[in-house]
């Protein structure tokens, strides 16, 4: 691919502003949210779309999400939204929730890699919004990652990836949430939640009035998802996440815990491998949750060779930042819980 001279804006409305041209002429700029970078083009555009899949190295059925700043432009890209989708709106808009709604014809099926569904979140970050509002159109953006690689919750990791490959970045320092959106269907008669993140499931319950489920897919603990757990959202099946390093999580009672990840380090080390622990036991969730990627992106620049990660919670936000762990240690993990999970 040709090399592109990148340009790097900063924080002010003059910079913004200058962003929010090259996307709606049909570049792509890399830009902070609340929950990670997004790599931005002009949705509506076919061609400007086609960019972000090369840049990233993405494969094209792999939809993207359109962002929107105010409520109103939802209703220009999707139709049929019913009153549960209204609600949940309502409640976390702007903020780390992503609806899948009927997709109007307006939208190319470029971003919606072929479905008649679209993905529409409003962001919770002033840059974002007002990205969004220079560039006068809903910016189409995926996590502004290499496709594969830990979503980016810094311009510096930005950077990394992104550099020469795209028109330009926005630096708006660190991203708050530091995980991805949840993703939710409205569509049909269940309220399906396609990827957990920065708010959880008991939330959403508790603005809908009764249970939301789960896409079945996310409650194995396996990669090696059979036919009828094929995710609901296409991104889900890929490999994704995934530190430079080996990554092993361990699950299970503290104390067994602690006793397997010692004698795995000693064995490692004997073996002259380099060795980091991932261990939050004395963090809060939301702190876990705005490091994570971070953390993994700064094991691999010390060289890191073996990731051991103590498996958290999975309750709440703990459910969401689980499914990132077990994606970016590619389903490797050691089980010294007595009960098995019941469905594997
Ligand atoms: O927090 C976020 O959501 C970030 C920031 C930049 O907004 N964006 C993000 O985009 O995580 P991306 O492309 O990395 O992940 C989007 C996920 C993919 O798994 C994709 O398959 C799914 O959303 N998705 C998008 N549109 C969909 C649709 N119409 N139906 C089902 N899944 C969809
Ligand atoms: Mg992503």
Redesign the pocket.
């Known amino acids: 691919m040709e090399k592109i001279d990148t340009i790097f804006f900063k924080n002010s409305d003059i910079d913004i502003k200058k962003a929010g041209e090259i996307i709606s002429k049909g570049g792509i700029v890399a830009f902070p949210?609340e929950?990670?970078?997004?790599l931005g083009a002009d949705g509506l555009n076919g061609e400007a779309v086609e960019k972000i899949f090369l840049a990233k190295g993405r494969p094209s059925d792999?939809?993207?999400?359109l962002?929107i700043s105010n409520f109103k432009d939802v209703e220009k890209i999707a139709e049929d939204i019913d009153e549960n989708a209204r609600k949940l709106m309502k409640a976390f808009w702007p903020g780390?929730l992503?609806l899948?709604l009927k997709a109007r014809e307006i939208v190319p099926r470029k971003t919606?890699?072929g479905?008649s569904?679209?993905?529409v979140?409003m962001?919770n970050c002033d840059i974002a919004l007002d990205l969004i509002k220079y560039a006068k159109t809903p910016i189409a953006?995926?996590?502004?990652n290499l496709s594969g690689r830990p979503?980016p919750t810094e311009a510096s990791h930005v950077i990394e990836d992104m550099d020469g490959k795209i028109d330009g970045i926005i630096d708006g320092g660190s991203c708050q949430v530091g995980i991805?959106?949840t993703?939710v269907?409205t569509i049909g008669n269940d309220i399906v939640i396609?990827?957990p993140?920065?708010i959880s499931k008991e939330e959403i319950d508790l603005v809908l009035g009764f249970e939301s489920q789960f896409d079945k897919s996310l409650l194995k603990r396996r990669g090696d998802l059979e036919e009828d757990f094929a995710p609901?959202?296409?991104?889900?099946k890929y490999r994704h996440y995934a530190p430079k390093a080996e990554m092993i999580i361990f699950l299970g009672e503290e104390e067994k815990v602690s006793k397997a990840i010692d004698e795995k380090t000693k064995t490692l080390e004997k073996q002259g491998k380099k060795v980091a622990i991932m261990d939050y036991r004395n963090k809060r969730l939301d702190d876990i949750s705005r490091d994570f990627f971070r953390d993994l992106r700064n094991f691999d620049s010390q060289g890191i060779e073996v990731i051991l990660a103590r498996a958290i919670e999975g309750k709440g936000l703990g459910f969401s930042i689980m499914n990132r762990m077990i994606k970016s240690a590619g389903y490797n993990i050691v089980d010294l819980t007595d009960e098995k999970v019941k469905d594997e």
């Open positions: 949210t929950t990670v970078y997004g792999n939809p993207l999400i962002h780390p992503t899948i919606t890699g479905l569904s679209v993905g979140r962001p953006a995926p996590s502004a979503s991805e959106s993703i269907s396609l990827r993140g920065g609901m959202a296409p991104g889900m």
